[in-house]
């Protein structure tokens, strides 16, 4: 079975790394510590590091789609950004492709590696005039 790991120490990063198989439950723990995180409502910007991640079922592609809709009013108003990180150019082309078609209520980006996805992090934060890329990029997320 597979893990994530859920990493919000440095605000307003959030920083998602998913291993392996992610089982039904797991799905629930992660949309539900997303929720807590936009309650919060405070601006955010997410990395997804999926480098490691095996693919989800349709059914939980499903779950996390009806979620995001559900959340749309959400996202838009406290997430300036989301990073897609996957290793396979397929996947990555894949993703970018549906989320041409299935656009997200905020601006993302997806990117074969982790610090891409950090820089691209640290310039959305800096647009949004929140803290400078080297209080996002300094230091290990793992």
Request: proline letters at 4%; hydrophobic letters at 50%.
């Amino acid at each position: 079975m597979g893990h994530f790991e859920f990493d919000d120490s440095r605000a307003p990063l959030v920083m998602v790394r998913f291993v392996g198989d992610m089982d039904d439950a797991q799905l629930d723990d992660y949309l539900r510590l997303l929720d807590e995180k936009l309650a919060r409502r405070q601006r955010l910007v997410v990395i997804i590091d999926a480098l490691e991640a095996s693919p989800r079922s349709d059914a939980q592609r499903r779950k996390q789609l009806e979620w995001v809709r559900a959340n749309q009013a959400a996202l838009q108003a406290y997430t300036m950004g989301v990073a897609l990180v996957f290793q396979s150019a397929w996947v990555r082309a894949a993703v970018s492709l549906v989320l041409w078609y299935q656009s997200l209520p905020f601006p993302y980006t997806v990117v074969s590696a982790v610090d891409d996805a950090l820089a691209w992090a640290a310039d959305i934060c800096a647009e949004n005039g929140l803290r400078g890329p080297e209080s996002i990029v300094g230091g290990p997320l793992s």
